[in-house]
């Protein structure tokens, strides 16, 4: 069974940071890509970062570029991690990770199957 579950979210004030975690089971990034989502009140679910496969390298939309990092540990088994740095109140939203077979560039979130429940960031002074 593939699961996912998100921690790290909170309250920061605007160009404050955070660090979010992915933890996941039931596969490997070897043969999946993990992708990061947040959706804020009354507006759809949008894609902002993705990384998959042994090497992969991580993949940003342009509203997250040089803000947002992705890590992971030394293994395909290791936790994903979204350290999100110089964060505007416009980046409050619940943050999602999910998880897709197969290693693609893609944050449409339709092509992922797997979900986690997210965690709420609100930026706010």
């Known amino acids: 069974q593939k699961q996912l579950v998100e921690s790290g979210g909170g309250s920061v004030q605007p160009g404050g940071s955070l660090t979010l975690s992915c933890e996941f089971s039931g596969f490997t990034l070897d043969d999946h890509t993990i992708g990061w989502f947040r959706q804020a009140p009354g507006k759809e679910r949008e894609g902002i970062s993705c990384i998959g496969g042994r090497y992969g390298s991580p993949y940003f939309v342009e509203s997250v570029k040089g803000r947002f990092t992705l890590s992971r540990g030394n293994t395909t088994k290791n936790p994903v991690y979204l350290r999100m740095n110089l964060l505007k109140p416009e980046d409050t939203a619940v943050y999602y990770c999910?998880?897709?077979?197969?290693?693609?560039?893609?944050?449409?979130?339709?092509?992922?199957?797997?979900w986690g429940q997210g965690t709420q960031v609100t930026v706010s002074s």
């Open positions: 999910a998880a897709t077979p197969g290693v693609i560039t893609s944050v449409v979130p339709l092509m992922y199957d797997y």
